[in-house]
């Protein structure tokens, strides 16, 4: 049996225990509870905040004490430390190699009374950056108090990554140029961490006028099952988008706000060609309602190191 007196470790302990006052919830089993069984589970409740207490604190011994003598914490894989003094060694060990204090939210949500003496705990945590977990937890009445006798934490399911969605705009990965009317239009597309987003960062040179920078992050949106996107830049202007494929040629469907205010619309459309090009144009152009010229068709080029 492996104990992690590790960051993990930490973690573990944390999302299966710990609820900050500002983020604890419980629901009740039922609206008929009896008052007997409502004292006991706000008694439960109650034990969890002076357990968050002690943890702010970084007081391994009060943090024991909130366990039963014999108690279990069990991991998702099975590893598990078991008994008061084994959970205040480790908790000792954790804080003794912790640089920050964690952020941490839970939602309990139920609390049910099994017997007069035992209760059981069911919820969520998490920690700010880090993963979640769903978690039960068994508390018995021992002496007048409610002590923490198992924890099992249960891995949460984990989600398919969104990057799949992205793999058809793969062609826009690199660096691009296009000079058409007298503009120069500079522009970086990247995939982000895990490949969930691609983020462009683009430049507009046009001689006489201040050079407009931005960025443009496109993504899957799981509520809608569609590929959107959101640009900002540097004047204040905002824009979302809507991106759809038909054969070989994607649109986005764009909506824009300008820093002055002013909205407008557009329908951009990309069709890649062989040997790093793609051409790009723009239809359905308004501004305030009121309907723009098209801009024709311009080959952008992608830019080639020769380092």
Known sequence: MKLRFTAKLALAFCFTLLVPFNSLSAQQESSQASANNSDAQQAVIDSVKTYVEAYNRRDAAALSQHWSETGTWVDDDGSAVQGRENIRKAFAAIFSEMKADPSLTVNVRKVSLVTDDVALEEGSSGVAGGAQADYTAIHKLENGQWNLYRVKEHAAPQQAPHNHHLQELDWMIGDWVDQSGGATVESSCRWSKNGNFITKNFRVTIAGLDTLEGTQVIGYDASTNTIRS????????????????????????????????????????????????FDWKSTKRTLDGVSLPDIDSVEVVRVVDTD
């Open 230 to 277: 959101w640009m900002f830049d540097s004047d204040g202007g905002h824009s979302a988008g809507m991106w759809t494929k038909n054969g070989n040629v994607w649109e986005a469907q764009s909506s824009q706000v300008l820093a002055d205010g002013r909205v407008a619309s557009s329908t951009n459309i990309f069709t890649p060609r062989n040997e790093g090009r």
